[in-house]
């Protein structure tokens, strides 16, 4: 089955930014973007906010904005909206599922907006099924060509099929080396790799290095397209953990970065 790539959308210049890469991602992957338009708004200072109508008339003119920019970009891209009045987390986390995966926005460089409030974009990474892309405002071609390379983390937990799958296919995609970042025990990192005759036309570097893994990662990002990092699934309990190295990464590479579900 092939699934739509999703997107959550609530008018601010970050969403309009994570549409955009979206749908991009949407078309490498030959499938439909699905845009999650939540109705639900945030507390803010009733004294100076406009009405509820005002302010959902302004989220719907930004969401005409960004389908008009999608078919002027990617006339070819099948664009279907879903308005939903569920609770953020919930809507999100239900878009999740059903997808190739869930993109979201962000100012980046440790300023969340939007999605990426704390309340909602961490519960929403924690507890997704499906691996959840952030993107750090508007686009900007990485590397001195515009196409750096996918990088992807491993760490000191296994097993690393789902985060390496997903690497592996977005280089595929974008025609794109693979740089694999790996910490810990070297030779389990290795016996880790998958068959790698499944992507024949992926150029794949590996580098061990010494040190903070998350530091590494931000600096192997810096040219990158897209950065690659996992988390433990299926976490006990309801507090939200994403682990330090994910969170890190999320607060401080300026590319987009995948969180994928693993073990």
Known sequence: ??????????????????????????????TSLHIVHALE??????????GASAQREWAESRLDV???????????????????????????V???????????????LGVLQGF????VSLPVIARASRPVVVVHGPEEPSGP???????????????????LDFAFAAAAVRGADLH???????????????????????????WLPAGPAAQHLVEAAGEACLLVVGRRGHRPGPAVRIGPVAHAVLHHARCPVAVVPHG
């Open 94 to 108: 239900d878009a999740a599922r059903e997808s190739e995966f869930l993109v979201l926005g962000s100012r980046g």
């Open 1 to 30: 089955m092939v699934r739509p790539v999703s997107v959550g959308f609530d008018g601010s210049a970050e969403s309009l930014a994570a549409a955009a890469w979206a749908g991009r991602e949407a078309v490498l992957r030959g």
């Open 66 to 92: 960004a389908r008009e920019e999608l078919a002027v970009t990617r006339p070819e891209l099948v664009v279907e909206v879903d308005r939903v009045s569920d609770p953020p987390v919930k809507a999100l």
């Open 41 to 50: 708004w945030r507390a803010s200072n009733l004294q100076f906010s406009p």
């Open 116 to 119: 990426l409030l704390g309340s």
């Open 180 to 206: 694999i970042v790996r910490a810990g025990d070297a030779g389990a990192a290795a016996e880790a790799l998958p068959d790698r005759s499944g992507w024949p036309s992926v150029e794949v570097h590996e």
């Open 145 to 163: 060509s515009g196409a750096g390379p996918v990088v992807v983390g491993l760490g000191h937990d296994g097993p690393y099929g789902p985060l």
